[in-house]
C-alpha cells in the first residue's frame, strides 16, 4: 500500500504532473475546489499594478491564469514536473524549482502544506515568507477530516497570525478550509 507520505515527493508530483489531464487533477482537487480556493486567496490579496507576487507551492502554476499581466508572478514548487508543465502551459511567467530570494510584495500559499509534513515546519516556512512580504501573505490551510492530510484548526492558525501581525484576518471560509491573512 501506498502512504500519503510516499505521494507528498517531488517525483510524485513530476508524475501527477505528467499524467494527469488537468491541473486541479494533478493537485488533487476539483475544478471548483481548486478555482475557489485562487479566488479567495487572490481577493484577499488584492494584486495591484506592478506588484511581485511569489506562488509557494505553485504546481502547475494555474494560480497564474488569474492575474493580470501586469503582476510580476514567479512560481516556486520543489517538482520539476509540475514546473515543466507550469511553463509550457503558462509562457510568460517565470516558475522554478529552486527557492527564489529577495522580497516580494504578496505571498501566497495555496494548499502546499496540506499534505503529510508537520505543522511545526509550515509555521517556520510562513515566518520566512512573512518576513520576505512587502503587502501581504495569504494561505489556504486544510480545515477538513481526511487523515492522509495535516489538519488545522482554526484555534490554532489564529494564534498563529496573531503572534505574527497586527493586520490579520483568519476564517473558516469553507467547510474544509482556512483563509488566512497576514498584511503589514
Known amino acids: 500500500m501506498v502512504t500519503a507520505e510516499v505521494l507528498n515527493t517531488p517525483d510524485a508530483w513530476t ?3 505528467q499524467q494527469e ?9 476539483t475544478e471548483a475546489g481548486q478555482r475557489e480556493r485562487f479566488l479567495a486567496v487572490l481577493g484577499a490579496l488584492k494584486p495591484r499594478e506592478g506588484e511581485s507576487l511569489l506562488d509557494f507551492g505553485c504546481g502547475t ?10 503582476v510580476d508572478y514567479i512560481g516556486f514548487d520543489s517538482s520539476l514536473g509540475m514546473i515543466q508543465r507550469a511553463q509550457r502551459e503558462h509562457p510568460g511567467r517565470r516558475f522554478q524549482t529552486w527557492e527564489p530570494g529577495g522580497l516580494f510584495d504578496l505571498v501566497a500559499c495555496v494548499g502546499p502544506f496540506n499534505l503529510p509534513g508537520s505543522k ?5 516556512a510562513l515566518r520566512r515568507f512573512w518576513d520576505r512580504t512587502g503587502r501581504a501573505l495569504a494561505v489556504s490551510l486544510y480545515a477538513g477530516t481526511d487523515e492522509r492530510c495535516l489538519i488545522y484548526t482554526l484555534e490554532e492558525c489564529e494564534r498563529f497570525a496573531a503572534g505574527e501581525a497586527y493586520h490579520r484576518r483568519v476564517e473558516r471560509w469553507r467547510h474544509n478550509d482556512i483563509l488566512m491573512v497576514l498584511e503589514r
Open 61 to 70: 502554476g494555474a494560480l497564474a491564469e488569474l492575474l493580470p499581466r501586469n
Open 120 to 124: 511545526l515546519g509550515t509555521w517556520a
Open 21 to 29: 489531464p488537468t491541473s486541479w487533477a494533478a493537485a488533487g482537487w
Open 15 to 17: 508524475l501527477r504532473a
